[in-house]
């Protein structure tokens, strides 16, 4: 069962919203020849870093200063935490890429968006046996979208986890599932959007989501664990859809379920 076609207009607000530019102009990091992020111009001096040896401004932007990179990024993380700059402090460790894909090292999540280095995120989408969809509620105390619905799991993909572990662990805690539960569990694709960030003006998202499909038999229901869960529901295709219409889940998840249940953006 398909969802239906959702109206032109939210349709056109949906794709503006995943491809919009940043709320003030930013300028390239790099790291040797490769572009890793991007950063608002004043940001390393709001931060106190504009005189120091782990950044230099040139004529293209700003660029990592000399050393192990994983280093000097946990640097930038810990002064940009100290001077309020960084997001929600996680302790847990991303992989920078180049924008030739070259890994340079990793860097606290916490900083990612503020430097608007790309992030890479699964999400899981899951149907009953009747074509309904199962979706879920973040927690009301998440420090992103609190209280908004999304797919049945997502999350982003730490330094040390593949896509494929990443996907079975967030299987595991958003939704209490082992992936052997879900029939015909099969990958679907992948799209990348490019925001702002509306909790961090200076942030901006560039983040890379891999979605799998797969189904979910009759009886089984998923069981948070990890508390980041508020509630699951498994909504017929009409009701989702008046759901999506009436922006009451996430651009990410909106984005995952139009393209996994036959209406792409």
């Known amino acids: 069962m398909k969802l239906p076609q959702p109206a ?6 949906l794709a503006a ?7 003030r102009p930013r300028v390239p990091l790099w790291c040797g020849g490769e572009r890793i992020g991007s950063v608002e111009p004043d940001l390393f001096a709001r931060a106190g870093l504009e005189s120091g040896p782990l950044v230099r401004p040139d004529a293209q932007g700003w660029r990592l200063g000399e050393g ?3 280093g000097v990024f946990a640097q930038l993380a810990q002064a940009l935490r100290d001077t309020g700059l960084a997001h929600t402090w996680r302790d847990e460790q991303l992989i920078v890429r180049g924008d030739a894909g070259t890994e340079f090292g990793t860097i606290e999540r916490a900083a990612v968006r503020a430097l608007g280095i790309a992030t890479q995120a699964v999400h899981l989408t899951a149907v009953a046996p009747d074509g309904s969809i199962w979706v879920q509620q973040r927690a009301l105390d998440k420090p992103t979208d609190p209280g908004l619905w999304d797919t049945l799991v997502g999350g982003l993909v730490p330094a040390d986890e593949s896509l ?4 079975a662990r967030e299987t ?4 209490g599932l082992r992936p052997a539960q879900l029939a015909g569990l ?3 694709g992948c799209m990348v959007t490019r925001r702002p960030l509306p909790e961090l003006a200076h942030g901006y998202v560039v983040e890379e989501l891999h979605w799998w499909l797969g189904e ?4 089984v229901h998923p069981c948070n664990q990890d508390g980041e869960v508020a509630d699951f529901a498994c909504m017929q295709p009409d009701a989702l859809c008046a759901a999506l219409e009436r922006d009451s889940f996430t651009i990410d998840a909106a984005l995952v379920l139009l393209a996994a249940h036959g209406a792409p953006a």
């Open 216 to 219: 979910l038999a009759d009886g």
């Open 186 to 188: 099969r990958r679907g």
């Open 68 to 70: 192990d990179p994983t």
């Open 172 to 175: 595991w805690e958003e939704a």
């Open 17 to 23: 919203a995943a491809q919009a530019p940043p709320l």
């Open 8 to 13: 032109a207009a939210w349709r056109a607000r």
């Open 164 to 167: 494929e572990q990443a996907l």
